[in-house]
Every structure is written in structure tokens, then in C-alpha cells.
């Protein structure tokens, strides 16, 4: 097609007709040279119109695509698909298929044409390059609810995704059928499965009813149980809760007076199971891959666990009857024993749900709420004195402690017959009382404190077995601590205790060094292990309730007697801490209706899975959730709140006490 050169009123040349001598052949040219080299040209004419097509814009894209697709040329269906995938990004609103029905059946038959019924090998680089544009655009377009109810009643649609869906598992999941040609544009077919694979999502939700022996759904469920990739894991997951989707009774009976069905029915007719539904495909779901689905939970990732909660949702409150089952709520029933048949996905379930409840939410943190102090006894024994007598540990719990590696054994030893002592005695006001009762000030023992030789000698005569050579020696026994290494632990078994040297006045001559333990005292009588280790590990009592302690006069009062006044007051001020503190917080944060959802509907299913157990099952549930979840006591005491606003329920309170 020639060019045209565009010449304006002002560019334009005018050039007069000189009369020329004839030529040799007796025609006559202009400027009478007999030769004009720019004859014919654009120079020698004046144009007072425009150039044909001027200010013509043509058909529009659509317009060109439509031809392109009619012309059949691959050039030109290239160019369309690419157009129409770049449009499907850029400029949704254009691509309209019920508007333009002839769009999505090019676009279905362009994306299915590679895969029916051909091998890796069959498949050319410009077809599956159709494929990969088509697919694309057909997801991104099915994002629109118009188009996404125009490919819902495309007939065969179901059937020719389930057809290629086949063929891409087999390459891609199974490893079967693969040929040079598929291993060559692995990526490329991977692209195409997870594009497919957005589109399903989008449209399942609009095949519902599905039979037990649906193709999509066993489909989907290969794929769940093949792939670990997360994106399609999700993908699977929101279509197979989908597919679950059963038409209710009442929707039913208005589309059936109304007429609105039958459009969807003749069109979804061909993808149904030609057989008749005696059960919904829900049953059709096996213990494994349910099991499956439940271990993605200790993943701790929120969009999996969201997604999976959905799922499980669905599947739990779904009303569809099971074949063995009449009514509705057993063929629940089953479901749930279904899925918690396997003790390990009833443990992950009971172990997960409740951290879901409590996710995300600005909840106090118990390590921050002040401890309670600790409840000290006014007189723990007829003698209050400190005894001279170091006890011995009884046969049984010798037999244990003596087995025990260093330095675990010298810490228990000393927390079994030694006592931690957080009050600062007046030496000279003990004396005077010592000297009261009787006894010589030089020989009794001072309180709070002992020397270390004392400790050493204590130590090393209860465990003699062990170190004294015999005729039936012991080997089995772990060699004692030495005695540096033994002083040095007594700070880790006691860690408010300390080493120290003091200097005694002396009788006669220079002072001398005593070398002491602070902080420890004899026990009257030897505890186990467990008060052992809760006495030298408790909380150190705050300076004013010991100056009470050390000031007040318990001589009269009974043994085992407890400060119930002062006990309350301290749990009073506790409480109000904690109670200003959920005040600060954000209002929302306490009321359930508020909740989001992923915490809503974790907090429903925990409920339905612990109300709803068997009788067997119920007591194995509830010992798994005290086990599981102990650490909930200190969360609800911290955050009253939790409970009087129903996010967790009062019985699961119970359960834990």
C-alpha cells in the first residue's frame, strides 16, 4: 500500500508548464529542459483536500479482536489473546462475556484445545502460549459477578476444567506421562495449573449439590493430598468448602416458583454425575486427608489457619445426610467422629482452637501481673528456735537423692533439710534469748545463718556410703561434690543466699574469720523434693510484711495460723491492677460480637467439638485440653474479661480445675 505524504496549504509547491523543445521521441516535458526529474512527485501538485482515511480512528479493540479470532490467522489470535489478557488487568469493565458471549467461548477454546487428549509431545510452544493467555484472562475476569455468572452456565465448563485438571496433576504432582516436551516448559504448565486453579475457586461456588462421586471434588482432593505448596493448598481448601455447598430447601422452592432455575439446571445439567445423588460428596472425604488438613494447623501460619477453619466449619455444620444416617444431626455426629477419630487430630485441634481464639487480641500478660505474695505462716511450729541438730534424710528419700549426678544432689540435700530465711536477726537480741531458755549463747546456733564447715561436714556425713571405702563398696553412686564446688552451689540452690566472712571477737589475742553462709537455716523436719524446691525458688517476701513478721509476737498464737486480713488485702490489690488494666484496653477487645472473624469461628468450633463428643471420647478430651491448655488459668486471671464476655466459655473453666 503506498505511502501518503501529508502536504499542508503552505508546503505546497506550484511549478508552471514550460514549453520544451521536443525530444528525440517528440514528447514534450515541462521547463523546456526535455528532462524533469521530479516529475509525477508530490512537489508538483497541490492538494486542497485531505488524504483518504484521514481523521479515520478505524474499528475499535474490540472490534479487531473479534476479526482476529475470525480470521483464524495465528498472528492475529495471538495478538488477540495477549490484548485481551492485557485488557483483563488494565481495563476489567471492557471484557464483558455476557455482553460479548463470543469472548469467553474463544477464550474456553483456546485454553482447552492443547489438553484434549493429547500427550506433553502434542503440544506446541504457540498452543500452550494461547493457553497460558487464555487461562489468565479467565481468571481475572471472572472476578466480575457477571462474568463470573456467565462462565458458571457455560455448558461442559465443569467437565473440560476436570479434563485438563487430570492432565495437569499427572505431569505436575504425579510424575506421570511426562514427556521432554512438558520437562522443557515445566514452569510455564505449573503457571497454567495455578491460574486454573483461581478459577475453580471463583466458580465452585456455584456448582453445588455435588454428588458423592463428583469428578472436581475427587480432583481437588488429589490435589490437597499431593501438593505442598501453600498457594494451593488455600486455593483447594476455599474450593473444596465450596463444593460442600448444598442448595437449601427454601431457596429451592423459590427458584422453582419463580423459574429462575431452569436456566442454571439445563446449563449445569451436563456437569453433574450422570448417576443419580444418594449422598453429598462431603462423605466422600477420607480420615487421612482429614487428618491432613488438621496437622496445617500447627503450622502457625494465620492465612492457612484461616482457611482451614473455614473448611472445617463447613464440614462440621454442613446439613447434607449421609446414606447410613437419617437425620441431620447424626450424620454431624458421624462427621465429627470422623475427624476426630485419630487421637492426634482431636489433640491438635484442642491444642490449636484455643490459641486462635486468643490471637491477635491486646490481652494482659500474666508474667506482668504481680504475684500474689506468698502466704508465710504466723507460727509454724511449737519450736520456733533454730535447731542444733541437723535432720537426716529418711530412707526413702535417701535412696533417691544419694543416685542423683553433682551438683543436683548437693542442691536437693540442701533444700530438703535446709530452710531459706529472709528476716535480719540482732545477734545480741538472740542471745538474750537464747540465754532465756536455757541454753549457752556460744553454743547456739544463730538464725538465718550457718558456717560453711558445719554445711560440708553435714553433707559429707549423710552421703558417708558414698565416699567411705568399705568391703562392699557401691560404685554405682556418682562421686561427692568437692568441698570448694560445694560451697560455691549452695548460692544456686539458695539463689537470696550468699557466702561470706565474718570477723568474731575473740578471747583472747586477734579476732578470728569465720567463714558463713547467709541467708539458710536447719529445717526443723526434712521435706520431699517438691517443698523443697518451691521454698528455695518462691518469690522473696516484700521488706514490710517481714518487718510485721520479725516485730509481731506469735508465742500465743496456733500453729499453722494465717494472716487472713492481710492475705485479702494483698489479693485485693492485685485485682485492682488487673481490672485497671483491661480499662486502658481497647472496648472491643472483651465483646465477642466484635471479634474477628478467624477468632469467632475458631471459638465455635472449639465449643461444638468438646460439646458434642461422645460419651467415651468426652472424659479423653477434656484430660487433653487440661494437659494442652493449663497455661489458660493464668491467662483468664489476668483477663477477667475473657470470661464474662463469653469468648471463652465458663465450662472450659471447669474443665482446667
Same mark, same amino acid.
Given at each position: 500500500?503506498?505511502? +501518503?505524504?501529508?502536504?499542508?496549504?503552505?508546503?505546497?509547491?506550484?511549478?508552471?508548464?514550460?514549453?520544451?523543445?521536443?525530444?528525440?521521441?517528440?514528447?514534450?516535458?515541462?521547463?523546456?529542459?526535455?528532462?524533469?526529474?521530479?516529475?509525477?512527485?508530490?512537489?508538483?501538485?497541490?492538494?486542497?483536500?485531505?488524504?483518504?482515511?484521514?481523521?479515520?480512528?478505524?474499528?475499535?479493540?474490540?472490534?479487531?479482536?473479534?476479526?482476529?479470532?475470525?480470521?483464524?490467522?495465528?498472528?492475529?489470535?495471538?495478538?488477540?489473546?495477549?490484548?485481551?489478557?492485557?485488557?483483563?488487568?488494565?481495563?476489567?469493565?471492557?471484557?464483558?462475556?455476557?455482553?460479548?458471549?463470543?469472548?469467553?467461548?474463544?477464550?474456553?477454546?483456546?485454553?482447552?484445545?492443547?489438553?484434549?487428549?493429547?500427550?506433553?509431545?502434542?503440544?506446541?510452544?504457540?498452543?500452550?502460549?494461547?493457553?497460558?493467555?487464555?487461562?489468565?484472562?479467565?481468571?481475572?475476569?471472572?472476578?466480575?459477578?457477571?462474568?463470573?455468572?456467565?462462565?458458571?452456565?457455560?455448558?461442559?465448563?465443569?467437565?473440560?476444567?476436570?479434563?485438563?485438571?487430570?492432565?495437569?496433576?499427572?505431569?505436575?504432582?504425579?510424575?506421570?506421562?511426562?514427556?521432554?516436551?512438558?520437562?522443557?516448559?515445566?514452569?510455564?504448565?505449573?503457571?497454567?495449573?495455578?491460574?486454573?486453579?483461581?478459577?475453580?475457586?471463583?466458580?465452585?461456588?456455584?456448582?453445588?449439590?455435588?454428588?458423592?462421586?463428583?469428578?472436581?471434588?475427587?480432583?481437588?482432593?488429589?490435589?490437597?493430598?499431593?501438593?505442598?505448596?501453600?498457594?494451593?493448598?488455600?486455593?483447594?481448601?476455599?474450593?473444596?468448602?465450596?463444593?460442600?455447598?448444598?442448595?437449601?430447601?427454601?431457596?429451592?422452592?423459590?427458584?422453582?416458583?419463580?423459574?429462575?432455575?431452569?436456566?442454571?439446571?439445563?446449563?449445569?445439567?451436563?456437569?453433574?454425575?450422570?448417576?443419580?445423588?444418594?449422598?453429598?460428596?462431603?462423605?466422600?472425604?477420607?480420615?487421612?486427608?482429614?487428618?491432613?488438613?488438621?496437622?496445617?494447623?500447627?503450622?502457625?501460619?494465620?492465612?492457612?489457619?484461616?482457611? $482451614?477453619?473455614?473448611?472445617?466449619?463447613?464440614?462440621?455444620?454442613?446439613?447434607?445426610?449421609?446414606?447410613?444416617?437419617?437425620?441431620?444431626?447424626?450424620?454431624?455426629?458421624?462427621?465429627? *467422629?470422623?475427624?476426630?477419630?485419630?487421637?492426634?487430630?482431636?489433640?491438635?485441634?484442642?491444642?490449636?482452637?484455643?490459641?486462635?481464639?486468643?490471637?491477635?487480641?491486646?490481652?494482659?500478660?500474666?508474667?506482668?501481673?504481680?504475684?500474689?505474695?506468698?502466704?508465710?505462716?504466723?507460727?509454724?511450729?511449737?519450736?520456733?528456735?533454730?535447731?542444733?541438730?541437723?535432720?537426716?534424710?529418711?530412707?526413702?528419700?535417701?535412696?533417691?537423692?544419694?543416685?542423683?549426678?553433682?551438683?543436683?544432689?548437693?542442691?536437693?540435700?540442701?533444700?530438703?533439710?535446709?530452710?531459706?530465711?529472709?528476716?535480719?536477726?540482732?545477734?545480741?537480741?538472740?542471745?538474750?534469748?537464747?540465754?532465756?531458755?536455757?541454753?549457752?549463747?556460744?553454743?547456739?546456733?544463730?538464725?538465718?545463718?550457718?558456717?560453711?564447715?558445719?554445711?560440708?561436714?553435714?553433707?559429707?556425713?549423710?552421703?558417708?556410703?558414698?565416699?567411705?571405702?568399705?568391703?562392699?563398696?557401691?560404685?554405682?553412686?556418682?562421686?561427692?561434690?568437692?568441698?570448694?564446688?560445694? $560451697?560455691?552451689?549452695?548460692?544456686?540452690? +539458695?539463689?537470696?543466699?550468699?557466702?561470706?566472712?565474718? *570477723?568474731?571477737?575473740?578471747?583472747?589475742?586477734?579476732?578470728?574469720?569465720?567463714?558463713?553462709?547467709?541467708?539458710?537455716?536447719?529445717?526443723?523436719?526434712?521435706?520431699?523434693?517438691?517443698?523443697?524446691?518451691?521454698?528455695?525458688?518462691?518469690?522473696?517476701?516484700?521488706?514490710?510484711?517481714?518487718?510485721?513478721?520479725?516485730?509481731?509476737?506469735?508465742?500465743?498464737?496456733?500453729?499453722?495460723?494465717?494472716?487472713?486480713?492481710?492475705?485479702?488485702? *494483698?489479693?485485693?490489690?492485685?485485682?485492682? $491492677? $488487673?481490672?485497671?488494666?483491661?480499662?486502658?484496653?481497647?472496648?472491643?477487645?472483651?465483646?465477642?460480637?466484635?471479634?474477628?472473624?478467624?477468632?469467632?469461628?475458631?471459638?465455635?468450633?472449639?465449643?461444638?467439638?468438646?460439646? *458434642?463428643?461422645?460419651?467415651?471420647?468426652?472424659?479423653?478430651?477434656?484430660?487433653?485440653?487440661?494437659?494442652?491448655?493449663?497455661?489458660?488459668?493464668?491467662?483468664?486471671?489476668?483477663?477477667?474479661?475473657?470470661?464474662?464476655?463469653?469468648?471463652?466459655?465458663?465450662?472450659?473453666?471447669?474443665?482446667?480445675?
Amino acid at each position: 500500500m503506498p505511502a +501518503f505524504t501529508p502536504v499542508s496549504s503552505t508546503s505546497a509547491k506550484k511549478s508552471s508548464l514550460g514549453v520544451g523543445g521536443p525530444t528525440g521521441n517528440g514528447i514534450y516535458y515541462p521547463n523546456g529542459n526535455g528532462y524533469n526529474p521530479n516529475y509525477g512527485t508530490s512537489s508538483n501538485y497541490s492538494y486542497s483536500t485531505q488524504l483518504l482515511g484521514s481523521g479515520n480512528l478505524g474499528p475499535n479493540v474490540m472490534s479487531r479482536v473479534f476479526m482476529s479470532f475470525r480470521s483464524g490467522i495465528d498472528s492475529e489470535i495471538r495478538w488477540a489473546l495477549t490484548t485481551l489478557c492485557s485488557l483483563s488487568l488494565s481495563s476489567p469493565n471492557l471484557i464483558n462475556f455476557e455482553k460479548f458471549p463470543v469472548l469467553g467461548n474463544e477464550l474456553i477454546k483456546w485454553f482447552t484445545n492443547p489438553f484434549r487428549g493429547s500427550n506433553g509431545n502434542q503440544i506446541s510452544e504457540m498452543e500452550l502460549t494461547f493457553a497460558l493467555d487464555s487461562v489468565l484472562t479467565l481468571r481475572n475476569a471472572s472476578q466480575d459477578l457477571i462474568n463470573q455468572q456467565w462462565l458458571s452456565q457455560v455448558k461442559n465448563l465443569k467437565k473440560t476444567i476436570v479434563t485438563v485438571l487430570k492432565q495437569l496433576v499427572n505431569w505436575l504432582l504425579l510424575g506421570k506421562d511426562l514427556s521432554v516436551s512438558v520437562l522443557s516448559n515445566i514452569n510455564r504448565y505449573h503457571e497454567v495449573f495455578g491460574y486454573l486453579l483461581d478459577l475453580v475457586e471463583t466458580l465452585s461456588c456455584y456448582w453445588v449439590d455435588n454428588g458423592k462421586n463428583d469428578a472436581l471434588f475427587k480432583e481437588m482432593l488429589i490435589i490437597l493430598e499431593e501438593s505442598k505448596d501453600k498457594g494451593v493448598i488455600l486455593g483447594v481448601l476455599k474450593s473444596l468448602g465450596n463444593l460442600l455447598i448444598i442448595k437449601g430447601h427454601s431457596a429451592a422452592l423459590e427458584e422453582a416458583a419463580t423459574g429462575l432455575s431452569s436456566a442454571a439446571a439445563s446449563a449445569d445439567d451436563s456437569s453433574r454425575d450422570p448417576t443419580p445423588i444418594k449422598s453429598n460428596c462431603i462423605d466422600s472425604i477420607p480420615k487421612s486427608t482429614l487428618h491432613k488438613i488438621t496437622q496445617y494447623l500447627l503450622l502457625n501460619d494465620s492465612e492457612l489457619n484461616f482457611a $482451614i477453619i473455614q473448611f472445617l466449619k463447613q464440614y462440621l455444620s454442613s446439613e447434607a445426610l449421609n446414606a447410613s444416617y437419617p437425620t441431620v444431626q447424626d450424620s454431624q455426629q458421624y462427621r465429627l *467422629n470422623q475427624l476426630i477419630e485419630s487421637s492426634d487430630s482431636l489433640k491438635i485441634l484442642i491444642q490449636s482452637l484455643p490459641q486462635l481464639i486468643l490471637q491477635s487480641l491486646p490481652l494482659n500478660i500474666p508474667t506482668d501481673i504481680p504475684n500474689l505474695p506468698p502466704t508465710i505462716l504466723s507460727r509454724r511450729a511449737l519450736h520456733s528456735s533454730v535447731p542444733t541438730i541437723i535432720p537426716s534424710l529418711t530412707t526413702e528419700l535417701y535412696d533417691v537423692i544419694v543416685k542423683f549426678h553433682e551438683p543436683l544432689r548437693a542442691s536437693t540435700w540442701l533444700r530438703c533439710c535446709y530452710e531459706p530465711v529472709y528476716q535480719e536477726y540482732n545477734v545480741d537480741d538472740n542471745s538474750k534469748q537464747s540465754s532465756a531458755a536455757g541454753g549457752a549463747t556460744g553454743g547456739v546456733p544463730i538464725p538465718g545463718e550457718v558456717t560453711q564447715i558445719s554445711l560440708w561436714k553435714a553433707y559429707e556425713k549423710q552421703f558417708e556410703k558414698v565416699w567411705q571405702p568399705s568391703q562392699e563398696k557401691d560404685v554405682k553412686y556418682p562421686k561427692l561434690l568437692p568441698a570448694v564446688d560445694f $560451697i560455691k552451689n549452695v548460692s544456686a540452690a +539458695f539463689p537470696h543466699s550468699q557466702a561470706m566472712v565474718v *570477723n568474731t571477737d575473740a578471747v583472747d589475742g586477734a579476732p578470728k574469720r569465720k567463714f558463713i553462709i547467709k541467708g539458710i537455716q536447719p529445717r526443723q523436719f526434712v521435706v520431699n523434693i517438691d517443698v523443697g524446691n518451691y521454698d528455695a525458688l518462691r518469690q522473696k517476701p516484700s521488706v514490710q510484711s517481714l518487718e510485721i513478721e520479725q516485730h509481731s509476737t506469735n508465742s500465743s498464737l496456733p500453729v499453722g495460723h494465717v494472716d487472713h486480713g492481710k492475705f485479702h488485702h *494483698n489479693l485485693n490489690a492485685i485485682n485492682s $491492677i $488487673i481490672l485497671q488494666a483491661q480499662q486502658q484496653q481497647h472496648p472491643f477487645v472483651f465483646r465477642k460480637d466484635q471479634l474477628p472473624i478467624l477468632n469467632l469461628i475458631s471459638s465455635e468450633l472449639l465449643e461444638y467439638v468438646l460439646s *458434642n463428643t461422645t460419651e467415651e471420647d468426652s472424659e479423653h478430651a477434656h484430660g487433653i485440653f487440661r494437659y494442652e491448655n493449663s497455661w489458660m488459668k493464668d491467662l483468664i486471671y489476668a483477663n477477667p474479661g475473657l470470661v464474662d464476655s463469653g469468648i471463652l466459655n465458663e465450662k472450659w473453666l471447669e474443665i482446667l480445675i
